[in-house]
């Protein structure tokens, strides 16, 4: 249990408060987020009980089907953070552009983004899914916030975080200072940290990837994994193993409980797409949250942090996880360029 044994996640969010590093309105939007991720864990966890199984019907702008999960998920979060007055706006891969909160409610100085679902192709299978949500300060002034006002860098983010709908519910927070986990106690209902200040070891010899788009990869990122699969023989002298959930959120926090590098890089399948995961609200928060323990992520070339975006639902190529891993993989692209 790391020496933490015990503290909740208000005590940890008071704690921070306490000391400076959030406010008020902060730590109420993040225990907002948690409260809706318990409802979204009890969701997920009826399975074909709650009759939540299957698709919805309809489709994202991203031309993606959702599955019933996807878009009660979506609804979860927004009506858990409309009226708290700690929002100016959210927005999120269900829907095709930002929402300000509703005049009829107090405005408040962050936007949240999130993936209500990740992993929706596991949701029918029972496979590990989750939420990943990213928070940015509004502009000054902004009251109305539109899609330009969430075109922040990902250094500019305020916090973020994962639950993983696991074995158990895990909650993976940071709010810039380490990154810690926190375990929900179904009994007590409330989230517990297990695990302060994750650590990703810097060298690793786990590689998570599809394998299966191998053919549609550009030579750098051939030449990467071509390198892992020739094993103790080969030029980088180990064996590695492989592991795809398929499910983003449970394949980074593999990778933060035990290292490893996390990729979905740009391939020739899309060649108009540069990648399949979206920057605002899947790579952004994830590269924070790894970045605060230690890890490292790029998009092949530049650190995903730095990245200026242009777009809602940008999507970008994904390196991260173990230090080591992700310089070797991100210098074989960039002498290519
Ligand atoms: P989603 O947000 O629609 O669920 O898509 C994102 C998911 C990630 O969780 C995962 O890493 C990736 O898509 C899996 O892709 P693939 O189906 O190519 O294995
Ligand atoms: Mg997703």
Same mark, same amino acid.
Not at 43 to 50: F, P, R
Not at 96 to 125: A, E, M, W
């Given at each position: 249990?790391?020496?933490?044994?015990? $503290?909740?996640?208000?005590?940890?969010?008071?704690?921070?408060?306490?000391?400076?590093?959030?406010?008020?309105?902060?730590?109420?939007?993040?225990?907002?987020?948690?409260?809706?991720?318990? *409802?979204?864990?009890?969701?997920?966890?009826?399975?074909?009980?709650?009759?939540?199984?299957?698709?919805?019907?309809?489709?994202?702008?991203?031309?993606?089907?959702?599955?019933?999960?996807? $878009?009660?998920?979506?609804?979860?979060?927004?009506?858990?953070?409309?009226?708290?007055?700690?929002?100016?706006?959210?927005?999120?891969?269900?829907?095709?552009?930002?929402?300000?909160?509703?005049? $009829?409610?107090?405005?408040?100085?962050?936007?949240?983004?999130?993936?209500?679902?990740?992993?929706?192709?596991?949701?029918? =299978?029972? $496979? *590990?899914?989750?939420?990943?949500?990213?928070?940015?300060?509004?502009?000054?002034?902004?009251?109305?916030?539109?899609?330009?006002?969430?075109?922040?860098?990902?250094?500019?983010?305020?916090?973020?975080?994962?639950?993983?709908?696991?074995? *158990?519910?895990?909650? =993976?927070?940071?709010?810039?200072?380490?990154?810690?986990?926190?375990?929900?106690?179904?009994?007590?209902?409330?989230?517990?940290?297990?695990?302060?200040?994750?650590?990703?070891?810097?060298?690793?010899?786990?590689?998570?990837?599809?394998? *299966?788009?191998?053919?549609?990869?550009?030579?750098?990122?051939?030449?990467?994994?071509?390198?892992?699969?020739?094993?103790?023989?080969?030029?980088?002298?180990?064996?590695?193993?492989?592991?795809?959930?398929?499910?983003?959120?449970?394949?980074?926090?593999?990778?933060?409980?035990?290292?490893?590098?996390?990729?979905?890089?740009?391939?020739?399948?899309?060649?108009?797409?540069?990648?399949?995961?979206?920057?605002?609200?899947?790579?952004?928060?994830?590269?924070?949250?790894?970045?605060?323990?230690?890890?490292?992520?790029?998009?092949?070339?530049?650190?995903?942090?730095?990245?200026?975006?242009?777009?809602?639902?940008?999507?970008?190529?994904?390196?991260?996880?173990?230090?080591?891993?992700?310089?070797?993989?991100?210098?074989?692209?960039?002498?290519?360029?």
């Amino acid at each position: 249990m790391n020496g933490s044994k015990g $503290v909740s996640l208000t005590r940890y969010l008071i704690e921070e408060q306490r000391a400076g590093r959030i406010n008020g309105d902060l730590r109420l939007l993040i225990e907002v987020v948690a409260r809706a991720c318990k *409802s979204i864990a009890h969701a997920v966890s009826k399975g074909a009980l709650g009759g939540v199984l299957g698709d919805a019907g309809t489709d994202n702008i991203q031309g993606e089907v959702q599955k019933k999960l996807d $878009v009660l998920s979506n609804e979860i979060l927004i009506e858990a953070n409309e009226w708290g007055g700690h929002l100016a706006g959210l927005a999120s891969e269900e829907m095709d552009h930002c929402q300000p909160i509703p005049n $009829v409610y107090p405005k408040g100085n962050y936007l949240l983004l999130f993936d209500p679902l990740d992993g929706s192709s596991n949701i029918d =299978v029972n $496979v *590990s899914v989750g939420t990943i949500f990213s928070v940015l300060r509004c502009p000054d002034g902004v009251t109305e916030p539109n899609d330009e006002h969430f075109l922040q860098p990902g250094k500019t983010q305020v916090a973020a975080g994962y639950t993983v709908y696991g074995p *158990s519910t895990m909650l =993976v927070l940071t709010v810039g200072h380490g990154t810690h986990a926190f375990t929900l106690d179904r009994e007590q209902g409330s989230f517990v940290m297990t695990q302060r200040d994750m650590r990703i070891p810097g060298d690793t010899k786990e590689f998570a990837v599809n394998m *299966s788009n191998l053919r549609h990869w550009h030579p750098p990122m051939r030449r990467y994994i071509d390198e892992l699969l020739a094993g103790k023989t080969g030029p980088r002298g180990k064996d590695f193993n492989m592991r795809w959930v398929a499910s983003m959120v449970a394949d980074v926090h593999r990778i933060l409980t035990r290292g490893g590098i996390f990729i979905y890089p740009r391939d020739l399948k899309e060649p108009d797409k540069p990648g399949k995961l979206r920057l605002m609200y899947e790579a952004n928060p994830m590269a924070f949250i790894v970045e605060q323990a230690g890890g490292a992520a790029t998009n092949g070339y530049d650190r995903i942090l730095d990245i200026a975006p242009s777009k809602l639902h940008q999507r970008v190529a994904v390196f991260l996880g173990s230090k080591n891993e992700v310089e070797i993989a991100t210098r074989y692209h960039r002498e290519t360029q």
